[in-house]
């Protein structure tokens, strides 16, 4: 795969350190692709990549091609049928799709993918940037088997474990109740924090107590100091977090279920998106929880 070239289009955060963390073992990263010309530009100087002006030139460059884009729409403008599109140049690709989307839209990518003469899989994230970088991620993949072990080797270089899911679509729906059920936590975990401070007890020893009782969780371990002392450096961002809430209770909501607890999480993220708040990490959701927080505006 090595010679072939790896291309990526998305360079936030965390397609910008898998590209570094492929680079830094040995793979060559021939073109990246942003929609912002200058992160384009810069993460090209810095890996000696090519800067590519569009998504087609990438596929152009590259035999494998990781996507890392914000949502349905950006997933569905990188495949449409334009002359910017990675299928102008998708014969013998493979599309390794890490976007957080609606399951759907990894199917209908698949399709077109294989309508060109490609493979696409999608190796969804449940980690964050340090692990990104640290080539640490845990992914779970959904796609056709033989696409996957096209690429696992390179795919190991970027996770701790691979985890093979199903079909298309599978492993997006299992990153949707990953993503959903961590939101709750979080959402809960802020509000006993905001209450218990309410309660003028001290959020230290509170949080000792839940680590050693029914109230742990891992989002206690990565997110309780920080909503403690109001630190929301974004790993994974309230927007991103609404985002994926809703993906979930869209798939609840086609099967006719509630989901109450996960539609009042989207609400509260909604509400932080509303307030401005929507690049604070998800930890951020206690500054709706806290009363002296909360009264002051956030």
Do not use: W
């Amino acid at each position: 795969m090595s010679a072939e070239g790896i291309g990526i289009v998305g360079l936030g955060r965390m397609g910008a350190n898998m590209a570094r963390r492929l680079r830094d073992v040995g793979y060559d990263v021939t073109a990246v692709y942003d929609i912002r010309p200058e992160t384009t530009a810069e993460l090209a100087g810095e890996l000696g990549a090519h800067a590519a002006s569009s998504p087609a030139e990438v596929a152009e460059r590259a035999g494998a091609i990781i996507t890392v884009v914000s949502d349905d729409a950006a997933m569905e403008r990188i495949f449409d049928d334009g002359a910017a599109s990675l299928l102008r140049h998708a014969q013998d690709r493979i599309f390794v799709n890490c976007a957080t989307v609606t399951p759907s839209v990894h199917v209908e990518i698949e399709r077109r993918a294989e309508a060109h003469g490609a493979q696409s899989i999608e190796a969804c994230m449940a980690s964050s940037i340090t692990q990104a970088r640290d080539g640490t991620l845990y992914l779970m993949i959904g796609g056709r088997r033989d696409a996957f072990e096209r690429v696992r080797p390179m795919l190991e270089t970027l996770s701790k474990s691979l985890r093979y899911i199903g079909a298309a679509g599978h492993a997006a729906k299992v990153k949707a109740l990953v993503n959903m059920v961590m939101n709750i936590n979080t959402a809960g975990l802020a509000e006993g924090l905001g209450l218990g401070d309410a309660l003028g007890l001290d959020l230290t020893m509170l949080r000792e107590v839940f680590a050693e009782t029914g109230a742990a969780s891992r989002v206690l371990e990565t997110d309780g100091a920080d909503m403690q002392n109001r630190e929301h450096d974004v790993y994974f961002s309230a927007a991103h977090a609404a985002k994926d809430t809703h993906i979930a209770t869209a798939l609840a909501g086609d099967l006719q279920l509630r989901l109450p607890l996960a539609e009042a999480t989207a609400r509260q993220y909604d509400a932080m998106i509303a307030l401005g708040l929507g690049e604070l990490d998800k930890s951020g959701i206690a500054e709706l929880t806290f009363r002296e927080r909360a009264t002051a505006g956030a």
